[in-house]
């Protein structure tokens, strides 16, 4: 049994955490692809950039949590949120607009979020220096132990505040997103845009307006992502660049255009990641009795190293790429 | 009267003006360099900046000739890099005399036994098997075999680590490992291109992204190929090196050699660009759907020009390599290896040869010379600091300052992409009236 909570501990707690992380940032991402129709590779640094506005809160109000018991961290989040988008929608505004006007091909607006990427990656550097550093500026990282009632089962299964935060705001969050695009009147016109933008213009439907919205979701978004990874580790300012390839073979996975398709394919990222780098030998442990020899001695099951993780995602965008590039949901955008 | 077909008359020659200008001006660059900074190190950054005119060549026919953006130069650059680093360094006796040669051959077998057992199970329906169970049959055979072929070769890698360090070069002439360098990256971009060039162009920035990485860790990790973080040096030359004939005149016969293969490369794509090849290549670029109804095979093409620029990156990465004479596989990054080479493009002209070698020029003397300007101007600011509202600075203020080139790369990049699309020397562009 205690292998069972090895395997609990180590797959479905850490597959769930990644998942959500890269769910969150994969729906933003479908959200700008379907919109304005281009892969936005700044996505991972408006992620770092609203983990750093949290990091920058918390040391200049490092009480703010003890007011309502929880970290000061997640209660300036919102603000953070706030402030991320509103770059998100400064950065559009100042780059991607003009760009637009001119009716350039999608790949310059690819290339132009590179030239973005850069400039967020050397100001957040420039501030906060190359090494990384804690979001529990003043509070106390809680880590539950939960000790499973069999027989015979000592190590507990592990789970620390942060990640059942992250559970919950990114229910919550998908919630929230799912209502807002099904049921509001500007929710529906994003969805009318994304199936055709000209037709969502001629009925009326204010593009720019729907632009700007997109993008304050997708900052929110993005700062929420940033934030509850940076508090699950530490916040470093080169977070993002090993976010970037699961959030779009998440975003390619589920289909382009289909926030649910994202959440989906955020998760099959996440826990294929964490599942290629278990070590499946320790599975075999308790059975090695019944089992042939050369199975057992073979010592490490695991498909890659910990240091090959990155293949991971890569491995999966080829085989969705070559096998269905709509996504397993069938996005509309190839 | 009789009229003539427009492109049958020659062209009024003008003088290049524009041309000329820009490069008596980077003449005069280059100049000042030598002149402050003395013969060996402006050489040296010569040698590098034509190093990375190769690589900025194939960037320009795979975005400026066909509209591909490939964002992971640097994984070619390493490729190539790699491979110069292995046929050329001498031979490992420790690990040649042992017998770990026969068991890491025997793996290499049992991979490829591997391979070809799962492509068979592929073609299992052909037999009349169902084809559900033909794929499930595929997909189970070929995760057992990959874990078997895995295990394998985890424990012959770990014998060669523990016993022989790593399992040296080849000792052959450093041209080969030139060449080689770049067939292999030809042979990882014709992999990238054949999965994504069919799809959105933005797929093809998003894998090469990936494998640009995964390249990177592949040779950072593999301690029994290249010894990971420990390095490998020194490197041959193709020329005799500083310690037979001096830094300067070294350094300028390597900068001969590197010269003479941009020429060879700059004359060749300059015929493949007037041919019917380039003009194909242009008209796919500029209007798909027509050059499609004109009976191109558009993928072909795509496939052609992504794996040429490929493996210009793979040469350009080996001869910087090899120059630099040690392989860091930790020193290949984005920001040098693959941005700076984009700005390059895109500041030079895309699609124009002679502005993609002007640009790369340019802008590797722009780039060296930031970094003590960036240590200046930060040197600047924390005195003022200091001084004014006596602020107390850290302590990594130098790492911050080259940070600060980050950004600027980033803000070039965006206001080049909106300002100057075309670059400084825009691609010509024959209008037939």
Redo the contacts between chains.
């Keep these: 049994m205690n292998e069972l909570v090895f395997f609990i501990n180590n797959v479905v707690i850490a597959g769930s955490v990644t998942g959500s992380i890269y769910a969150i940032g994969a729906v933003g991402v479908t959200l700008i692809f379907s919109i304005m129709r281009f892969a936005h590779f700044a996505h991972g640094d408006m992620m770092t950039f609203g983990a750093f506005m949290v990091l920058l809160l918390a040391s200049a109000f490092p009480g703010a949590g003890a007011a309502f018991g929880v970290p000061a961290a997640l209660v300036l989040l919102p603000v953070a949120m706030a402030l991320t988008a509103l770059l998100a929608v400064g950065i559009d505004r100042a780059f991607y607009k003009p760009l637009r006007a001119h009716g350039v091909k999608p790949i310059v607006l690819v290339i132009g979020s590179l030239g973005v990427t850069l400039m967020l990656q050397g100001l957040i550097r420039l501030f906060s220096g190359t090494g990384g550093s804690s979001l529990y500026v003043d509070d106390r990282k809680e880590i539950f132990r939960l000790a499973l009632p069999f027989e015979g089962v000592r190590a507990p299964v592990v789970i620390t505040e942060p990640q059942l935060w992250l559970f919950g705001i990114t229910l919550v969050a998908v919630v929230g997103l799912h209502l807002f695009l099904t049921r509001s009147r500007l929710g529906k016109a994003m969805r009318a845009m994304s199936d055709n933008p000209d037709l969502a213009q001629a009925s009326g439907i204010n593009t720019n307006t729907i632009v700007a919205v997109t993008w304050v979701i997708a900052g929110g978004l993005a700062a929420i992502a940033g934030t509850l990874l940076s508090l699950d580790v530490t916040f470093k300012p080169d977070l993002s660049f090993f976010l970037l390839l699961p959030i779009f073979a998440a975003a390619i996975v589920g289909g382009v255009g289909h926030p649910f398709g994202a959440v989906a394919g955020g998760f099959v990222v996440g826990f294929a990641e964490t599942l290629a780098v278990f070590n499946w030998s320790v599975l075999l442990r308790p059975f090695r009795d019944s089992l042939p020899e050369w199975l057992t001695q073979a010592g490490n099951l695991a498909f890659v190293g910990t240091e090959y993780k990155i293949v991971v995602p890569f491995f999966i965008l080829v085989v969705i790429l070559v096998w269905r590039p709509t996504g397993i949901f069938k996005g509309k955008v190839i | 009267m009789e009229t003539k077909r427009a492109d049958t008359v020659a062209a009024p020659s003008r003088f290049p003006l524009r041309e000329a200008g820009l490069f008596v001006a980077l003449l005069v660059a280059v100049l000042g360099v030598y002149a402050v900074m003395g013969g060996a190190y402006s050489t040296r950054m010569l040698v590098e900046a034509a190093c990375y005119a190769i690589l900025a060549l194939g960037l320009t026919i795979q975005w400026g000739y066909a ?1 591909q ?1 490939n ?1 992971g130069v640097m994984g070619f650059v390493a490729l190539g890099g790699f491979s110069a680093m292995f046929f050329s360094i001498p031979v490992n006796e420790a690990f040649w005399d042992s017998e770990l040669p026969g068991e890491l051959g025997l793996v290499l077998l049992y991979m490829v036994a591997a391979v070809l057992m799962v492509l068979g199970a592929t073609r299992l329906d052909r037999l009349g098997v169902p084809r559900k169970l033909r794929t499930l049959i595929a997909v189970v055979l070929g995760v057992v075999l ?2 078997v072929v ?2 394998a070769l ?1 424990g012959v890698t770990d014998q060669i680590e523990s016993r022989a360090g790593f399992i040296g070069g080849l000792g052959l002439p450093v041209g080969v490992g030139w060449i080689v360098g770049g067939a292999l990256a030809g042979g990882v971009g014709f992999f990238i291109g054949r ?2 060039l069919g ?5 093809l ?3 090469t ?3 640009a ?2 390249i990177k ?2 040779l ?2 593999s301690d029994w190929l290249t010894r990971g973080t420990a390095t490998v040096s020194p490197l041959p030359w193709p020329v005799p090196g500083p310690e037979a004939v001096g830094f300067t005149l070294a350094r300028a016969m390597y900068l001969s050699v590197t010269a003479v293969m941009i020429a060879l490369i700059f004359f060749l794509l300059s015929r493949a660009y007037h041919a019917p090849w380039g003009r194909m290549i242009r008209a796919i670029r500029d209007n798909e759907l027509s050059a499609a109804a004109m009976g191109k095979d558009i993928n072909r093409r795509r496939l052609e020009i992504f794996v040429l620029g490929c493996i210009l990156m793979g040469i350009g990465g080996a001869a910087l390599a090899s120059f630099n004479s040690m392989f860091d596989p930790q020193g290949y990054l ?2 040098n290896h693959t ?1 700076l080479v ?1 700005v390059m493009v ?1 500041l030079g002209g895309p699609g124009n040869n002679l502005g993609t070698i002007f640009g790369a020029v340019a802008v590797y003397i722009i780039w060296i010379m930031s970094e003590p300007l960036a240590l200046f101007l930060m040197e600047l600011a924390v005195a003022f600091g200091e001084g004014a509202f006596g602020w107390e600075a ?1 302590t ?1 203020m130098d ?2 300052a080259l ?12 206001l080049v ?2 300002f100057a ?1 075309k670059g400084l020397l825009p691609e010509k562009v024959k209008h037939v009236a």
């Excluded at chain 2, 799809?199 to 797929?203: A, F, G, I, K, V």
Aim: hydrophobic content about 55%; charged content about 15%.
């Design positions: 509209g953006f964002a990959y874990l895995i295990n985890r999965v994504c799809l959105r162009s933005d797929y920035a998003i894998a992204l990936g494998i990485e995964i860790a592949f950072k990790n984005p920001l941005f984009l895109i850290p990594n790492s911050r940070q600060a080139r980050v950004f600027v790369i980033g803000l070039l990049i965006t992409l909106r699309p």
